[in-house]
């Protein structure tokens, strides 16, 4: 079965220190990748997304998130954290064969970023 | 970015009647819309995919009966809940995407619809 895991229900980080919000996935194929985040009482916002090329992806505000193959993982990561980056991030994967057409998101992680 | 808005934003109802909820893209022309559900804290579900002009697709569990998806316009879907529960409560989250034939076209996402059967 495809799915996507998100093991971390909430990450807690300190601001200005790096954060990881850590994505596997099991698809057929190779995927296409992204993260969005959600804020509370409001609908997803797009954040980064793979394709193909580099593993490492740079999206919006800071955000990154490097494709690791071997180890089928898509971790959102940033150097430096803010406040203002506490929200609900969803990862998600579209598979590449049979013209899928859904996304397939993991559970989503809450990221808590502490003054 | 391409904006998708969704009417109305919250809506309280009394079991046993039906409630329409829109969503629109707003400049671009939507050629797949997607709606999806969200418990509290937990993913988001797809529910069903709509393209402009024919029957939506229901996911497995869905059923059809009680969530009428409308896929009029190249701008316009909607999504009525009939007889709802309160079982239905839940928020209710579409997205629009704009071209069937690039896989990887982004989806862009509503803001949501909490809905409150009393």
């Known amino acids: 079965a495809q799915s996507v895991a998100q093991p971390e229900d909430q990450v807690n980080v300190a601001e200005g220190n790096p954060l990881t919000v850590k994505c596997t996935y099991s698809?057929?194929?190779?995927?296409?990748l992204f993260w969005y985040v959600q804020y509370p009482n409001r609908g997803l916002q797009f954040l980064l997304k793979?394709?193909?090329?580099?593993?490492l992806v740079k999206g919006s505000y800071g955000f990154e998130a490097e494709f690791n193959k071997s180890q089928t993982s898509f971790h959102l990561k940033k150097p430096s954290a803010l406040v203002s980056d506490s929200a609900l991030y969803f990862c998600?994967?579209?598979?590449?064969?049979?013209?899928?057409?859904?996304?397939?998101f993991g559970a989503g992680t809450r990221l808590a970023v502490h003054p | 970015g391409a904006v998708v808005s969704q009417h109305p934003s919250r809506v309280i109802c009394k079991s046993g009647t039906s409630v329409k909820i829109e969503c629109r893209s707003l400049?671009?022309?939507?050629?797949?819309m997607f709606w999806y559900r969200q418990f509290p804290k937990q993913s988001l579900m797809l529910m069903a995919t709509?393209?402009?002009?024919?029957?939506?697709?229901?996911e497995q569990g869905v059923e059809k009966d009680k969530f009428l998806i409308n896929h009029a316009s190249l701008t316009l879907s909607t999504l009525t809940v009939t007889s709802a529960h309160p079982e239905d409560s839940s928020f209710y989250i579409c997205?629009?995407?704009?071209?069937?034939?690039?896989?990887?076209?982004?989806?862009?996402f509503g803001p949501g619809t909490r809905l409150t059967v009393l």
């Open positions: 400049d671009f022309q939507a050629t797949t």
């Open positions: 793979y394709i193909t090329g580099d593993n």
């Open positions: 698809v057929s194929g190779n995927p296409y």
């Open positions: 998600a994967v579209r598979p590449f064969s049979g013209g899928y057409n859904k996304l397939i």
């Open positions: 709509s393209n402009e002009g024919s029957k939506a697709t229901y």
């Open positions: 997205s629009a995407r704009a071209g069937t034939s690039d896989p990887i076209s982004e989806q862009f």
